[in-house]
Protein backbone atom coordinates (compact mmCIF):
# COMPACT_ATOMS: atom_id res chain seq x y z
CA UNK A 1 0.00 0.00 0.00
CA UNK A 2 1.40 3.71 -1.25
CA UNK A 3 1.31 6.53 0.60
CA UNK A 4 1.57 10.21 -0.87
CA UNK A 5 3.58 12.84 1.19
CA UNK A 6 2.64 16.40 -0.37
CA UNK A 7 5.78 18.35 0.69
CA UNK A 8 5.89 21.59 2.73
CA UNK A 9 1.79 21.92 2.45
CA UNK A 10 -0.17 22.09 6.09
CA UNK A 11 -3.43 20.76 5.02
CA UNK A 12 -3.26 17.50 2.77
CA UNK A 13 -0.82 15.38 4.54
CA UNK A 14 -1.31 15.87 8.12
CA UNK A 15 -5.20 15.03 8.60
CA UNK A 16 -4.42 11.68 6.83
CA UNK A 17 -1.22 10.17 9.33
CA UNK A 18 0.25 10.70 12.89
CA UNK A 19 1.64 13.52 14.29
CA UNK A 20 5.55 12.82 15.95
CA UNK A 21 4.61 11.81 19.48
CA UNK A 22 6.27 8.85 20.53
CA UNK A 23 4.98 6.23 22.96
CA UNK A 24 7.16 3.09 24.56
CA UNK A 25 5.17 2.80 27.77
CA UNK A 26 3.64 -0.66 28.59
CA UNK A 27 0.42 0.67 30.51
CA UNK A 28 -2.04 3.09 31.19
CA UNK A 29 -3.32 4.41 34.65
CA UNK A 30 -6.75 2.21 33.76
CA UNK A 31 -5.18 -1.32 32.45
CA UNK A 32 -2.57 -1.12 34.55
CA UNK A 33 -3.74 -3.42 37.40
CA UNK A 34 -5.33 -5.96 35.21
CA UNK A 35 -2.38 -6.49 32.69
CA UNK A 36 -0.04 -6.36 35.43
CA UNK A 37 -1.38 -9.35 37.23
CA UNK A 38 -2.31 -11.58 34.25
CA UNK A 39 1.25 -11.21 32.99
CA UNK A 40 2.48 -12.32 36.80
CA UNK A 41 -0.12 -15.02 36.88
CA UNK A 42 1.26 -15.98 33.27
CA UNK A 43 4.01 -17.79 35.36
CA UNK A 44 3.27 -21.46 36.55
CA UNK A 45 5.44 -20.51 39.63
CA UNK A 46 2.51 -17.53 40.47
CA UNK A 47 -0.60 -19.88 39.72
CA UNK A 48 1.10 -22.68 42.40
CA UNK A 49 1.21 -20.59 44.99
CA UNK A 50 -1.99 -18.50 44.49
CA UNK A 51 -3.79 -22.30 44.33
CA UNK A 52 -1.85 -23.13 47.73
CA UNK A 53 -3.04 -20.01 49.46
CA UNK A 54 -6.67 -20.48 47.80
CA UNK A 55 -6.85 -23.80 49.56
CA UNK A 56 -5.47 -22.49 52.58
CA UNK A 57 -9.02 -20.78 52.99
CA UNK A 58 -11.04 -23.68 53.49
CA UNK A 59 -10.35 -24.24 57.42
CA UNK A 60 -10.95 -28.22 56.86
CA UNK A 61 -8.19 -29.23 54.67
CA UNK A 62 -5.41 -26.35 56.67
CA UNK A 63 -3.54 -26.37 59.76
CA UNK A 64 -2.55 -23.57 59.56
CA UNK A 65 -3.34 -19.31 58.84
CA UNK A 66 -4.06 -18.67 55.55
CA UNK A 67 -2.16 -15.37 56.85
CA UNK A 68 1.07 -17.05 56.84
CA UNK A 69 0.52 -17.91 53.20
CA UNK A 70 -1.15 -14.49 51.80
CA UNK A 71 0.74 -12.21 53.41
CA UNK A 72 4.07 -13.06 51.36
CA UNK A 73 2.42 -13.81 48.16
CA UNK A 74 0.82 -10.28 48.18
CA UNK A 75 3.74 -8.61 49.31
CA UNK A 76 5.99 -10.56 46.45
CA UNK A 77 3.35 -9.74 44.05
CA UNK A 78 3.14 -5.62 45.27
CA UNK A 79 7.22 -5.94 44.92
CA UNK A 80 6.98 -6.73 41.20
CA UNK A 81 3.98 -4.52 40.05
CA UNK A 82 6.40 -1.60 41.98
CA UNK A 83 9.04 -2.45 40.10
CA UNK A 84 7.20 -2.10 36.42
CA UNK A 85 5.07 0.68 37.43
CA UNK A 86 8.82 2.72 38.03
CA UNK A 87 9.99 1.38 34.71
CA UNK A 88 7.45 2.42 32.82
CA UNK A 89 7.38 5.75 34.55
CA UNK A 90 11.00 5.86 33.53
CA UNK A 91 10.22 5.22 30.11
CA UNK A 92 7.00 7.87 30.03
CA UNK A 93 9.49 10.42 31.13
CA UNK A 94 12.21 9.37 27.89
CA UNK A 95 8.95 9.57 25.85
CA UNK A 96 8.11 12.90 27.19
CA UNK A 97 11.92 14.17 27.14
CA UNK A 98 11.73 13.22 23.07
CA UNK A 99 8.39 14.73 22.61
CA UNK A 100 9.38 17.82 24.15
CA UNK A 101 12.75 18.23 22.35
CA UNK A 102 12.08 21.85 19.57
CA UNK A 103 13.26 21.71 16.36
CA UNK A 104 13.09 23.67 13.51
CA UNK A 105 10.28 23.55 10.95
CA UNK A 106 8.70 25.40 8.26
CA UNK A 107 5.39 26.66 8.39
CA UNK A 108 3.63 28.97 5.39
CA UNK A 109 6.94 29.64 4.21
CA UNK A 110 9.13 30.35 7.28
CA UNK A 111 11.21 28.70 9.86
CA UNK A 112 9.27 27.90 13.37
CA UNK A 113 10.44 26.24 16.51
CA UNK A 114 8.58 23.71 17.52
CA UNK A 115 8.40 20.75 19.62
CA UNK A 116 9.13 17.15 17.74
CA UNK A 117 5.98 15.47 18.89
CA UNK A 118 4.23 18.52 16.54
CA UNK A 119 6.16 17.52 13.22
CA UNK A 120 3.20 16.54 10.80
CA UNK A 121 4.40 14.46 7.31
CA UNK A 122 4.87 17.24 4.82
CA UNK A 123 6.78 19.19 6.85
CA UNK A 124 9.88 20.65 6.32
CA UNK A 125 12.51 19.81 9.04
CA UNK A 126 15.70 22.00 9.48
CA UNK A 127 18.53 20.46 11.52
CA UNK A 128 22.08 21.49 12.63
CA UNK A 129 25.21 19.89 12.88
CA UNK A 130 25.01 17.68 16.03
CA UNK A 131 21.21 17.34 15.97
CA UNK A 132 19.16 14.44 16.58
CA UNK A 133 16.41 13.31 13.75
CA UNK A 134 13.05 13.82 14.86
CA UNK A 135 11.43 11.38 12.39
CA UNK A 136 12.03 9.88 9.23
CA UNK A 137 13.33 12.53 6.40
CA UNK A 138 13.51 12.22 2.80
CA UNK A 139 17.00 15.08 2.55
CA UNK A 140 16.14 17.60 0.34
CA UNK A 141 18.83 19.82 0.76
CA UNK A 142 22.11 20.16 2.88
CA UNK A 143 24.85 22.69 3.53
CA UNK A 144 27.44 21.01 1.31
CA UNK A 145 28.01 21.95 -2.53
CA UNK A 146 27.85 18.53 -3.24
CA UNK A 147 24.70 17.81 -2.10
CA UNK A 148 25.82 15.21 0.46
CA UNK A 149 25.53 15.09 4.36
CA UNK A 150 26.94 12.64 7.22
CA UNK A 151 25.13 10.75 9.77
CA UNK A 152 25.56 8.83 12.67
CA UNK A 153 23.38 5.40 12.79
CA UNK A 154 24.45 3.65 15.68
CA UNK A 155 21.17 3.50 17.49
CA UNK A 156 19.84 1.90 14.35
CA UNK A 157 22.51 -0.47 13.88
CA UNK A 158 25.20 -0.01 15.77
CA UNK A 159 27.64 0.89 13.41
CA UNK A 160 29.88 3.87 14.42
CA UNK A 161 31.63 5.05 11.23
CA UNK A 162 29.65 7.77 9.51
CA UNK A 163 27.15 7.05 6.60
CA UNK A 164 26.78 9.26 3.39
CA UNK A 165 23.49 10.66 2.54
CA UNK A 166 23.06 12.71 -0.37
CA UNK A 167 19.90 14.42 -2.02
CA UNK A 168 18.03 13.21 -4.62
CA UNK A 169 19.03 14.81 -8.05
CA UNK A 170 15.83 16.47 -8.57
CA UNK A 171 16.63 19.03 -5.72
CA UNK A 172 20.35 19.73 -6.85
CA UNK A 173 20.73 23.08 -6.83
CA UNK A 174 17.95 24.85 -4.99
CA UNK A 175 19.79 26.89 -2.38
CA UNK A 176 18.04 27.32 0.67
CA UNK A 177 16.08 30.52 0.36
CA UNK A 178 13.95 28.33 -2.10
CA UNK A 179 14.06 25.21 -0.27
CA UNK A 180 11.08 27.42 2.30
CA UNK A 181 9.10 27.58 -1.00
CA UNK A 182 9.40 23.94 -2.66
CA UNK A 183 6.52 22.38 -3.33
CA UNK A 184 5.97 18.40 -4.60
CA UNK A 185 5.05 15.34 -3.51
CA UNK A 186 6.28 11.80 -2.94
CA UNK A 187 5.12 8.05 -3.41
CA UNK A 188 6.66 5.51 -0.70
CA UNK A 189 5.48 2.73 0.73
CA UNK A 190 3.93 2.23 4.07
CA UNK A 191 5.34 2.30 7.08
CA UNK A 192 7.73 -0.64 7.95
CA UNK A 193 11.03 -1.81 9.92
CA UNK A 194 13.52 -2.40 7.06
CA UNK A 195 16.15 0.22 7.74
CA UNK A 196 18.22 -0.72 4.52
CA UNK A 197 15.44 -0.34 2.24
CA UNK A 198 13.35 2.01 0.78
CA UNK A 199 11.93 2.54 -2.66
CA UNK A 200 9.88 5.71 -3.53
CA UNK A 201 9.64 8.50 -6.08
CA UNK A 202 9.73 12.30 -5.54
CA UNK A 203 8.01 14.77 -8.16
CA UNK A 204 8.39 18.91 -7.44
CA UNK A 205 6.10 21.11 -8.86
CA UNK A 206 6.98 23.71 -11.13
CA UNK A 207 8.67 25.97 -11.16
CA UNK A 208 11.72 23.59 -9.52
CA UNK A 209 11.65 21.04 -12.25
CA UNK A 210 8.71 20.32 -15.07
CA UNK A 211 6.99 17.80 -13.55
CA UNK A 212 9.39 15.07 -13.82
CA UNK A 213 9.91 11.88 -11.47
CA UNK A 214 12.94 11.14 -9.41
CA UNK A 215 13.30 8.31 -7.83
CA UNK A 216 14.67 7.82 -3.96
CA UNK A 217 16.64 5.05 -2.45
CA UNK A 218 17.46 4.68 1.16
CA UNK A 219 20.16 6.86 0.15
CA UNK A 220 18.32 9.77 0.14
CA UNK A 221 16.74 9.78 3.94
CA UNK A 222 18.07 10.21 7.04
CA UNK A 223 16.72 8.30 10.00
CA UNK A 224 14.92 8.76 13.56
CA UNK A 225 17.19 8.74 16.41
CA UNK A 226 20.48 8.97 13.82
CA UNK A 227 22.91 12.38 14.88
CA UNK A 228 23.73 14.89 12.17
CA UNK A 229 27.42 14.88 11.81
CA UNK A 230 30.13 17.54 10.29
CA UNK A 231 27.82 18.92 7.82
CA UNK A 232 26.24 22.82 9.06
CA UNK A 233 22.59 22.11 8.12
CA UNK A 234 20.41 19.55 6.13
CA UNK A 235 17.00 20.12 4.99
CA UNK A 236 14.20 17.54 4.58
CA UNK A 237 10.77 16.34 4.74
CA UNK A 238 9.06 14.03 7.36
CA UNK A 239 7.70 11.15 5.64
CA UNK A 240 7.07 8.66 8.97
CA UNK A 241 6.37 9.95 11.88
CA UNK A 242 6.00 9.00 15.38
CA UNK A 243 5.72 5.12 16.16
CA UNK A 244 5.22 4.90 12.37
CA UNK A 245 9.24 5.31 11.51
CA UNK A 246 11.32 2.50 10.84
CA UNK A 247 12.88 2.99 14.63
CA UNK A 248 9.41 2.80 15.72
CA UNK A 249 7.79 0.01 13.97
CA UNK A 250 11.16 -1.99 15.22
CA UNK A 251 10.59 -1.43 18.91
CA UNK A 252 6.98 -3.27 19.11
CA UNK A 253 5.62 -3.39 22.67
CA UNK A 254 7.82 -4.68 25.96
CA UNK A 255 7.33 -8.48 26.32
CA UNK A 256 7.69 -9.90 30.33
CA UNK A 257 11.32 -10.76 30.23
CA UNK A 258 11.80 -14.98 31.68
CA UNK A 259 15.37 -15.77 32.77
CA UNK A 260 16.96 -18.92 32.83
CA UNK A 261 16.54 -18.88 36.18
CA UNK A 262 13.12 -18.09 36.37
CA UNK A 263 12.61 -20.75 33.84
CA UNK A 264 14.65 -23.45 35.92
CA UNK A 265 12.04 -22.46 38.83
CA UNK A 266 8.84 -23.05 36.55
CA UNK A 267 10.24 -26.30 35.86
CA UNK A 268 10.65 -27.62 39.44
CA UNK A 269 7.33 -25.55 40.75
CA UNK A 270 5.74 -28.41 37.75
CA UNK A 271 7.83 -30.97 39.08
CA UNK A 272 6.83 -30.64 42.71
CA UNK A 273 3.27 -30.15 41.73
CA UNK A 274 3.28 -33.11 39.33
CA UNK A 275 4.96 -35.16 42.01
CA UNK A 276 1.81 -33.51 45.15
CA UNK A 277 -0.81 -35.09 42.53
CA UNK A 278 0.69 -38.18 42.71
CA UNK A 279 1.11 -38.66 46.01
CA UNK A 280 -2.03 -37.46 46.45
CA UNK A 281 -3.61 -40.27 44.56
CA UNK A 282 -1.55 -42.91 45.84
CA UNK A 283 -2.14 -42.18 49.18
CA UNK A 284 -5.71 -41.49 48.49
CA UNK A 285 -6.57 -44.88 47.35
CA UNK A 286 -4.56 -46.46 49.48
CA UNK A 287 -6.75 -44.50 52.38
CA UNK A 288 -9.68 -45.92 50.62
CA UNK A 289 -8.50 -49.53 50.64
CA UNK A 290 -7.76 -49.35 53.70
CA UNK A 291 -10.74 -48.00 55.51
CA UNK A 292 -12.66 -50.50 53.19
CA UNK A 293 -10.75 -53.38 54.97
CA UNK A 294 -11.53 -52.13 58.04
CA UNK A 295 -15.31 -51.43 57.54
CA UNK A 296 -15.39 -54.82 56.95
CA UNK A 297 -13.44 -56.61 60.11
CA UNK A 298 -15.38 -54.52 62.42
CA UNK A 299 -18.69 -54.92 60.43
CA UNK A 300 -18.92 -58.56 61.16
CA UNK A 301 -17.82 -58.81 65.10
CA UNK A 302 -20.71 -60.55 65.74
CA UNK A 303 -19.66 -63.78 63.98
CA UNK A 304 -17.58 -65.93 66.04
CA UNK A 305 -15.63 -68.39 64.45
CA UNK A 306 -14.91 -71.63 65.96
CA UNK A 307 -12.00 -73.89 66.35
CA UNK A 308 -11.13 -76.58 64.31
CA UNK A 309 -12.37 -79.87 65.24
CA UNK A 310 -14.89 -78.28 67.64
CA UNK A 311 -17.36 -78.71 65.03
CA UNK A 312 -19.26 -81.51 65.33
Not at 42 to 48: D, P
Not at 142 to 154: D, F, K, L, M, R
Not at 262 to 268: R, V
Amino acid sequence: MKRFVYINDDDLSHELYCDNRISNRKYTVLNFLPKNLWEQFSRFMNQYFLLIACLQLWPLITPVNPVSTWGPLIFIFAVSATKEAWDDYNRYLSDKKANEKEVWVVRQGSKKLIQAQEIHVGNLVWLRENDEVPCDLILLGTSEPQGVCYVETAALDGETDLKTRSIPPACMGIDSDLLHKIKGVIECPSPDRDIRRFDANVRLFPPFIDNDVCPLTIKNTILQSCYLRNTDWACGVAVYTGNETKLGMSRGVPEPKLTAMDAMIDKLTGAIFIFQIVVVIVLGIAGIFGRIQKQESIGMFYIQTRAPGMNY
